[in-house]
């Protein structure tokens, strides 16, 4: 087995739980537009861009508009979006996250985010982890959204590491799509049945022992407390 240094984590559903966030947003727009909105079609929108998102939207709607109006529907729903990222803090990071990231950290993982958000900068701030990760690549930087590998691909470059030293953690079937197209070890964070195509799954982040990173291929030096 290759050796594994380093780990990329999506950040909406991984990190922090911003999937509502975005469901309540979208689902406002939606009903502005008449259209039927539940939280079965929000699963489909996870790891997917903002313009792809709202594409599906008035896919399933049967409606189509002009690209100035287009745009102006993304604004609103990011506005209403960033209104509740904006009273995140340290406390809405994910349970058991921070002493996996604080027990990789001191063994000297090297840890990026990889996220379709363009507002990732922004969360990460707000919850306190910007300077935790070694590399950032969000919605800003890459251009062809998951399950296009590039994001992680990115990622695991800017971290000097090949894709099979590297794990990717995913919450969306579009991002663990993306991290085994990439050549990475997909660990998906969530429901086994949804993310059947990664190669290992864990409901949360309790869930994962020492033992998991050991048996993946990381050589610890330090152990967890
Ligand atoms: P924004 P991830 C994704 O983040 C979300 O899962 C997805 O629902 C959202 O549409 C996308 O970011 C874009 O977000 O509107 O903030 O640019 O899961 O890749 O961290
Ligand atoms: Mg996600």
Not at 34 to 59: A, H, P, W, Y
Not at 173 to 192: E, K, P, Q, R
Request: with cysteine.
């Amino acid at each position: 087995m290759t050796e594994k240094k380093a780990i990329i984590f999506d950040l909406d559903g991984v990190i922090v739980d911003t999937a509502t966030f975005h469901f309540y947003a979208w689902r406002n727009l939606a009903r502005k537009l008449g259209i039927d909105f539940n939280e079965k079609d929000n699963e489909q929108l996870k790891g997917v861009s903002r313009v792809e998102s709202l594409k599906k939207i008035l896919e399933w709607g049967n409606k189509s508009i002009p690209d100035d109006e287009f745009e102006q529907l993304m604004e609103e729903k990011n506005r209403e979006y960033l209104s509740y990222v904006d009273q995140m803090q340290p406390e809405d990071i994910l349970p058991d996250v921070m002493p996996t990231l604080e027990f990789l950290k001191v063994n000297k993982v090297r840890m990026a985010i990889g996220s379709a958000s363009k507002n990732t900068k922004r969360i990460l701030n707000n919850v306190g982890l910007l300077d935790l990760f070694d590399a950032i690549v969000d919605g800003i930087k890459v251009t062809k959204a998951k399950p296009d590998p590039e994001v992680f691909l990115t990622g695991a470059n800017n971290l000097n590491v090949d894709p099979k030293e590297c794990l990717v953690f995913e919450d969306s079937i579009a991002g663990v799509t993306a991290a085994n197209a990439g050549g990475f070890l997909s660990v998906g964070i969530g429901d086994a049945e949804t993310l059947h195509h990664a190669h290992h799954c864990f409901s949360d982040f309790n869930e994962i022992g020492n033992d998991f990173f050991t048996k993946a291929g990381f050589q610890f030096t330090k152990s967890k407390n």
